[in-house]
């Protein structure tokens, strides 16, 4: 069974620029979920997507956003670009159970200059 | 929003040593998750933690939750490198994909 899969693994943006960054779950996964994980903030919860609805957001800033396909693909994209949007993003996919495990991608290393 | 603090923030040992970490909280959870995320990888779910004063074992790995539900710990039995990662815990999610994390200890397990 495939994992989560994300692309691309590496991005190098510029102040200002947009990006998007996609990934694709796990078969039969409905709820697709994204993360940020920094060295100062740790991994942080950006927001889910259920049945190609925003079930769930985070606390952060609207330049943050994303979109669920009706084959429970998923992107996000970040607008306006800052350094401080360096990160690694991670999507994770899940079952829709109680207790059920977020299964994670190996996440996107975003850098912006 | 429940806030978990875990501890060390850092453990570097050698190997063949043990260890204790730990997640506190002063909310009661129903569930907690540990995950481990090694190098270059996304965190990966090790076990969930249901009942209070519940031990798990994952062959080296010990994991017990409060009596109370409001902390968990991991223990390393003769730790080998291949334990080396960031190990981050959660309380268990509603069958959501919302994930509230610790932010970590981070092992280094050396040779």
């Known amino acids: 069974k495939a994992g989560v899969t994300q692309t691309p693994r590496y991005l190098i943006k510029t102040r200002g620029q947009q990006v998007t960054l996609s990934c694709s779950p796990i078969?039969?996964?409905?709820?697709v979920s994204w993360y940020q994980q920094t060295p100062g903030q740790g991994l942080q919860f950006l927001f889910e997507?259920?049945?190609?609805?925003?079930?769930n957001k985070g606390n952060f800033p609207g330049r943050f956003s994303g979109r669920q396909f009706s084959n429970s693909r998923s992107e996000m994209n970040v607008s306006t670009l800052e350094l401080g949007d360096s990160a690694l993003y991670l999507c994770?996919?899940?079952?829709?159970?109680?207790?059920?495990?977020?299964?994670f991608g190996n996440g996107t290393r975003l850098t912006v200059t | 929003t429940q806030l978990l603090e875990q501890s060390p923030q850092f453990l570097s040992i050698q190997e063949g040593e043990n260890l204790t970490v730990y997640c506190n909280s002063s909310?009661?959870?129903?569930?907690l998750q540990w995950y481990r995320q090694e190098p270059g990888e996304g965190p990966v779910l090790l076990v969930t933690?249901?009942?209070?004063?519940e031990v798990k074992k994952l062959k080296r790995l010990t994991f017990q939750f409060g009596d109370a539900r409001k902390d968990s710990s991991l223990h390393i039995t003769a730790a080998q490198p291949g334990d080396t990662g960031l190990y981050l815990c959660?309380?268990?999610?509603?069958?959501?994909?919302?994930?509230?994390f610790g932010q970590g200890t981070t092992l280094q397990v050396k040779p």
């Open positions: 994770a996919s899940s079952r829709q159970a109680y207790n059920s495990p977020l299964h």
């Open positions: 078969s039969g996964h409905r709820s």
């Open positions: 997507y259920f049945s190609e609805t925003q079930r």
């Open positions: 909310s009661v959870f129903s569930s």
């Open positions: 933690v249901v009942t209070g004063g």
């Open positions: 959660a309380p268990g999610s509603s069958n959501t994909g919302k994930l509230i």
